[in-house]
């Protein structure tokens, strides 16, 4: 499910922080009080504007203006922030805009620019992927001095989540997939540019492509972006199919897999168990597009046909199979089906 961020804006007499009863304070509102944050998490009181709770950046500008009437404002992840503001006591339209992370973790604030307005920002997806860019969608209003401003914080990134399970019949035979797995993720493109203050901010992917390779994780935050998908065609020349492969695949790592208590892969001691990359074909994801503000679980099933990282069998022969012989009869009721994978190895 996607989750939504809210963080409400409220006008009272407060302190420089803000705890969660203020929101029953509302009704008691007057005049020229100053704006202080509160966030929402699906309607739960929280100080979260992104899945790992990051300082927030905070902008409003009066319309007409050439200067912000609040400038960058950073709200801490425990909802501190050290200058007042207030309401301009008249009915003067004023518009909101916030992001988070507010700086570093990949963000670039490139222009800030109040008559626009615009806030432009280069997004570099981190390192390790670890990071949720969330933007406030902007919020204007005629307020003055009471009420409640909801800002929406929404995911800009797409969130990849991994898995890894053994098919049931490598399970019904024993064999068991030790936990401690990771996972390698390749992606065509890791940059971005966004304006917070354009009507429905989003991510554009850079239109030089930098690609990325993420380590080490199960869990990853990516660019929304366009991968070109592996393709296989029939060359009549050589007459077998040609493999093209795309750029977007993952990898499985630091597998163990075990046959009633022994180690079957890896097959050396201190190897790690790597297996055979898997590179995203047509069909796989919607028009070969991940979307911002959407969760991907990625369910990889490790069959008997598995291969390594070196294009090796898995389990190298130590998976048999036992038949058992009975009266051939015609009727349907004595009839077995047995499902076979025929290896393609």
């Not at 902008?59 to 404002?73: D, E, P, R, V």
Request: contains cysteine; charged residues 15%; aromatic residues 12%.
């Amino acid at each position: 499910m996607k989750n939504v961020y809210y963080l409400f804006i409220m006008i009272g007499l407060l302190a420089t922080s803000c705890s969660n009863n203020e929101i029953d304070e509302i009704s008691k509102l007057t005049d020229k009080q100053n704006i202080s944050f509160i966030t929402l998490r699906d309607k739960a009181v929280t100080r979260a504007a992104n899945d790992q709770s990051s300082p927030y950046a905070v902008f409003a500008q009066i319309k007409g203006a050439s200067t912000w009437y609040i400038n960058n404002l950073v709200i801490s992840e425990s909802g501190e922030y050290t200058s007042n503001y207030y309401w301009p006591g008249s009915s003067t339209e004023i518009s909101f805009y916030a992001f988070a992370p507010a700086s570093g973790n990949g963000v670039s604030v490139t222009d800030t620019t109040a008559a626009t307005p615009a806030i432009d920002i280069t997004f570099t997806v981190p390192t390790k992927a670890d990071i949720d860019f969330t933007v406030a969608t902007p919020y204007v209003t005629a307020k003055t001095s009471t009420g409640v401003v909801p800002l929406t914080f929404n995911h800009m990134l797409s969130k990849i989540i991994v898995t890894a399970q053994l098919s049931e019949s490598l399970l019904n035979q024993h064999y068991e997939l030790s936990s401690g797995y990771t996972a390698s993720f390749t992606v065509p493109n890791s940059v971005g540019t966004i304006n917070v203050a354009s009507t429905t901010p989003s991510l554009t992917p850079a239109t030089t492509a930098t690609s990325a390779d993420y380590q080490d994780s199960l869990t990853y935050y990516i660019l929304p972006q366009e991968f070109t998908p592996n393709t296989t065609n029939w060359d009549s020349e050589t007459g077998s199919d040609i493999t093209t492969n795309g750029d977007c695949y993952i990898a499985l790592s630091n597998i163990t897999i075990t046959n009633d208590g022994v180690t079957i892969f890896p097959s050396t001691t201190g190897v790690i168990g790597k297996l055979k990359a898997y590179y995203f074909e047509t069909g796989d994801i919607e028009n070969n597009t991940f979307l911002a503000g959407k969760q991907y679980n990625l369910i990889f099933t490790i069959t008997d046909m598995a291969y390594d990282s070196n294009d090796q069998p898995v389990f190298n022969g130590q998976i048999s199979f036992t038949s058992e012989v009975v009266d051939w009869t015609t009727t349907d009721d004595a009839a077995v089906d047995v499902d076979i994978n025929q290896p393609n190895g």
